[in-house]
């Protein structure tokens, strides 16, 4: 089966060649000429103004959890799909079941305004 | 050697070392970005293993959805990472004795001779693990595949109850009512009688 992966592998190794041959001949062959003016921060011409960290509103990380929890919802239709000729019935109720139990999460969330962005 | 087993050493130094740097890099973003090489990695050695359908799940599911979820926390997060290093040293030897404790342990469960396990024959090329998965899982472990869907249904409403706040006062359009809008809504036109403009002499006079 691994034979079927071998040009992936390849892929892999052209892809990180691509990616680390340009940068390395950049830090290789360009001029490197530093001063404390060059190397320091800046946004737009100005001095930093802040640090990048900050609070910010917990509605992000809300729609992020619902992303992943529906996204591995969506994982288990794949091998599903694959054999739902052989399962017959009784695998098609299942996923019947599967998608009723998280339909009720859906409407729940639907309903309680979390989709609502304000 | 074989060219597998090279390509699991060459895999297994990556996770290696990226587990290394998740839990030793002072950056938080720095670890996080290790965590999703790890992750990509120990992918990778499950297509070893020729578990195509989980690998790419990993590789999906953890380094598309909740790896970004992470960074996003530890980007916008603010961290007193000062703060949180204190007291690493006086609580290595205790972290210590449990983590190797729990190499040893895992050492003896897991070890394949402890099974009688030899190592399986590689599969032809149109072995499909995703079909095997999808035999097992929605025939002999349909009640394990529903419990997931559950657990999934809890997380939701926890996730749904814990971060959902509503905030009195505030001001927000409904796009829908926008759309509905007619002009006689917002545009009222008003009858009136003619008006003569005043003649504009005082200008006139300044010019003459």
């Not at chain 1, 892809?15 to 000429?33: N, T």
């Not at chain 1, 509103?57 to 994982?75: G, K, P, Q, S, T």
């Not at chain 1, 739902?84 to 079941?97: D, H, R, Y």
Request: net charge negative.
């Amino acid at each position: 089966m691994l034979e079927n992966y071998f040009p992936v592998l390849l892929f892999i190794l052209v892809g990180l060649a691509v990616g680390v041959l340009p940068m390395v001949m950049g830090w290789v062959l360009a001029p490197s000429r530093p001063d404390s003016e060059k190397l320091s921060p800046y946004e737009c011409g100005f001095e930093a103004f802040e640090d990048a960290r900050m609070k910010f509103d917990v509605r992000y990380y809300l729609v992020a959890i619902l992303f992943i929890l529906f996204d591995l919802e969506i994982a288990f239709l794949f091998p599903w799909a694959v054999v739902l000729e052989e399962i017959g019935t009784f695998g098609f109720v299942a996923m019947v079941l599967f998608l009723a139990i998280l339909v009720v999460g859906f409407v729940y969330e639907w309903m309680k305004g979390a989709l609502d962005w304000e | 050697m074989e060219f597998t087993s090279l390509v699991f050493y060459i895999f297994s130094a990556i996770l290696l070392l990226a587990s290394l740097r998740v839990i030793t890099a002072k950056n938080p973003v720095h670890a996080a970005l290790s965590l999703v090489l790890a992750f990509f990695t120990a992918g990778c050695l499950w297509m070893l293993l020729e578990a195509e359908f989980l690998a790419i799940t990993l590789v999906l599911v953890y380094i598309g959805a909740v790896m970004v979820l992470f960074l996003f926390v530890v980007m916008m997060l603010d961290i007193n990472i000062e703060e949180m290093r204190r007291g690493f040293w006086e609580n290595l030897p205790l972290a210590a004795l449990v983590a190797i404790l729990m190499m040893v342990e895992m050492a003896t469960v897991l070890g394949g001779s402890r099974f009688g396990l030899t190592p399986p024959a590689p599969k032809p090329a149109d072995y499909s693990n995703t079909r095997e998965l999808g035999l097992q899982l929605y025939t002999d472990y349909v009640y394990p595949f529903e419990l997931a869907a559950v657990i999934l249904l809890v997380a939701m409403v926890a996730a749904i109850a814990l971060t959902l706040r509503r905030r009195p006062g505030r001001k927000w359009v409904d796009p829908a009512e926008q759309i509905k809008v007619k002009r006689n809504d917002r545009l009222r036109l008003v009858s009136m009688a003619p008006q003569k403009p005043a003649a504009p002499k005082a200008a006139e006079e300044e010019e003459a």
